[in-house]
């Protein structure tokens, strides 16, 4: 598996392939000049070559992980947003909307937080 697409293309679940779809196709649009890649099994977004944001699927939620650092600091907007978290991802149940507004945050902390950064994780 190489792109997006081949991802997207392999979940079962027309649901979920769905919600996918609208997840990357949202945060390429918002985000242009981030890179998308398959790594891990699982499609992300890095920028300088330092990792971003990166999603996958379970049988129950949408997982987004943008590091410990990320969720740390977002941590009351994702209670808020009715997820839960672990250290390092973030779970939206399929039957939750989106909170495309905080995925934004998210996606622009962790561009700034690491506008230095030269390594593909923080350290």
Not at 75 to 88: C, F, H, L, N, R
Not at 111 to 122: E, G, L, N, Q, Y
Request: proline share 5%.
């Amino acid at each position: 598996m190489e792109t997006l697409e081949e991802y997207v293309g392999q979940i079962d679940n027309p649901q979920h392939r769905g919600r996918m779809e609208e997840v990357l196709a949202w945060v390429k649009e918002k985000f242009p000049n981030l890179e998308s890649r398959i790594a891990w099994n699982q499609p992300m977004f890095t920028d300088h070559g330092t990792y971003i944001i990166g999603f996958s699927i379970s049988k129950k939620h949408l997982a987004v992980a943008p590091e410990a650092v990320g969720i740390n600091h977002f941590s009351e907007d994702i209670v808020e947003a009715g997820y839960d978290y672990t250290k390092q991802l973030v779970r939206i149940p399929w039957e939750k909307p989106i909170d495309f507004s905080l995925l934004e945050r998210i996606i622009k902390f962790n561009i700034a937080d690491k506008v230095d950064c030269r390594t593909f994780w923080r350290k």
